[in-house]
Every structure is written in C-alpha cells, then in structure tokens.
C-alpha cells in the first residue's frame, strides 16, 4: 500500500498549503466562524458526560456544557482519561503502542541557494541499519536519514528577501528511554553539518536562528509517547484493529479523529478521519 505514495507523487504532485500546514488552523477557524461556529481556546477539557450511553456535554474548567455531539481530535489513548471507568467505554487490555518520534529543527538562515528544490531527502550509507537503530534498537542512529523543506524555493514570501526558512525532520524512537536534553543538540548538529555538506553549502555560518523539538516536548504537549504518528502503524493497530471514527459502538453521540484513528498518521490522512467522523456524525443525526 505505501508504495502507492511514491506513484502518486511522481504522477500528480504534491499541493502544498501556503504557509504550510501551520496555516491551517486559521482556515479552518474563518470556515467555522462563517458557518455560525464558536471556537473557545485555552479551556481544557477535563471530562465528558455520557449518560444512558449517549454523550451529552463536556466538562472543562470553567463549567459543563452541554452539546449535541463531540469529536474527540486529541491523541486518542488518552480518551480512556475522559471517560473514567464506564462500561460502555472497556480499556484495552495491553497498552497501545506508539509510533516513531521525530526531532525537528527549524532554521532561519540569511542566505537562499539557487539549486536547492523544495523537498529534498538525505539518506546515510545505511538506510536500513538506520531503520533497524531506531524501530529495534531503540536508540538514535550514528548516521540518521533526515528530510528537508525548503519552502522558498516555491514560496518567497515563506523568508525575508535573500534569505531561507528551513524545517529538517529527523526520525527517531518515541519518547522513553533517551535524555532527549542531552541527545538533540549533538544530533541537530550532524544532521547540519551533513545538510551543509551535501547539500547546502555554507548553512551553518548563515544561521540566523534555530529552534528545535523533540520526543519529549511532544509528549508534553500530548501526543501519545513522543510519538509522531499517532499509535504505531503496525497490524493489530491498523485498519479494523485501529480506533475507528467511532470509536465506541455503544455511545452515541462521541466521535474521534487524528493520527491515532483510522485510517492513520500524517496530517493530509488526519483530514481524512476528521472526513470519516463528520459523515458518521452527520448519517446518525440526520443532516
């Protein structure tokens, strides 16, 4: 299946988000407002209220509310944090797993290179050794593959005039087990080094600015064990094994999206779960 990404890709392109994907939060608010929406922010949810097998409100820090539906769009093993200890809600038995985490740089750099296209990815001697140092032996690769964008290459309103913005994604195992404090740095640093090299030549003298993050910064902002991806892609956690849209047969009313439901990570198939949820919600109230 996955090598039908690849084809597609060559065959079709690729669009891309002007902004990137960071841009879409704001579009997708300005189409939420416009259709009568309302959007709270920095109130946690610390609850839901399901009574009689049907989800009937929320519960955050300033109050309960009542609602006629919810989509749940968190990491998705942390639904269970919500719901307590109903019945109609069992735990799964063996924890989920999590998927491979990333360590991702964001560089600003006061300089552009002609000949630099605007995906590009950079592959060590090894790529399976590389694979097997991060999915088997859990640790992070003497010498990593890593992904670089370089959005101005299309876009030049993406930097200042003459200069670049770059985002390098370097995988790497989840969260557990790795002082990702004192790991990163030295990391960032030879993936730099090996981007100038190959690549990018003069990177590091242009640095303006860099800002990392890490396994563990994600797992702070919740995302289940550093994980990137949602729940690992592996069989018992894919397709009808996976969390579905909904994902509870017996309640009504609560329906979850994200890189932990079916069909599974990155944010272009992301938007097809939140797709899934909206049309099971929608078949099942009717409109």
Known sequence: IYSLLPYAEHEYGIWMVKGGYAALPAILEQELISRGGRVVLNSEVTGLTIENGVCKGIETAAGAEHVDAVIYNGDFPHLS???GQL?????KRKPYRPSSGCVLLYVG???TWEDATTHQFFL?????????????QRRIPAKSSFYVFNPVALDETAAPSGQS????????PDAEGIDWDQESGALAERVLEEAEQRGFPGLRAAIKWK???????????????G???????????SGVYRPQPKPFPNIQGLYAAGASVHPGGGVPIVMQSAR????????????
Not at 124 to 135: A, D, N, R, T, W
Not at 166 to 172: D, E, Q, T
Not at 227 to 237: D, H, R, T, Y
Not at 276 to 287: D, P
């Open 109 to 111: 750099v006061d300089k």
């Open 227 to 237: 994980g990137s991806f949602g729940i690992a892609p592996v069989l018992f956690q």
């Open 276 to 287: 899934m949820a909206v049309n099971q919600l929608m078949k099942e109230m009717g409109t």
């Open 87 to 91: 019945p109609e809600a069992p735990r």
């Open 81 to 83: 944090g919500l719901l």
């Open 211 to 225: 800002k990392g993050r890490t396994p563990a910064d994600a797992e702070r902002d919740g995302l289940y064990g």
């Open 124 to 136: 060590p001697p090894s790529l399976e050794g590389s694979l097997q140092e991060v999915f088997n």
């Open 165 to 172: 913005v770059l985002y390098f994604l370097i995988p790497v």
